[in-house]
């Protein structure tokens, strides 16, 4: 059974920062593609950063760049979302996923975890 389990959500002030994290298991982590993704009330869900199986490439929603950063460690099967300057605007829930390969076809998803900035 694959679970990706994600933690470190919360509520922030405007400009404070927070690192999510996601856990992976029952799946070779290092074969994955893999994203995070955030739904706010009453809109999509949009994906906001994904990473290569190798940590290689990354790429950035253009509302996030700069701001976020997402990184991997393939030894602890874990993906990691760097969020800095955080804006009202960012308040969603953030979920990964998991996809096979660059086409992005995400295959897993975790439950999210929820982000709010609120002065």
Known sequence: QVLLVESGGGVVQPGGSLRLSCV???LTFSGYHMGWFRQA???DRDLVADITWSG???SYVDSVKGRFTISRD???NTVYLQMNS???EDTAVYSCAAAPDIR???RY???GTQVT???
Do not use: H, I
């Open 41 to 43: 009330p009453g809109k």
């Open 104 to 106: 992005k076809l995400w």
């Open 74 to 76: 393939n030894s602890k």
């Open 86 to 88: 955080l804006r009202p």
């Open 109 to 111: 998803w975790g439950q």
């Open 24 to 26: 992976a298991s029952g």
């Open 117 to 119: 900035v609120s002065s």
């Open 56 to 58: 290689s490439t990354k």
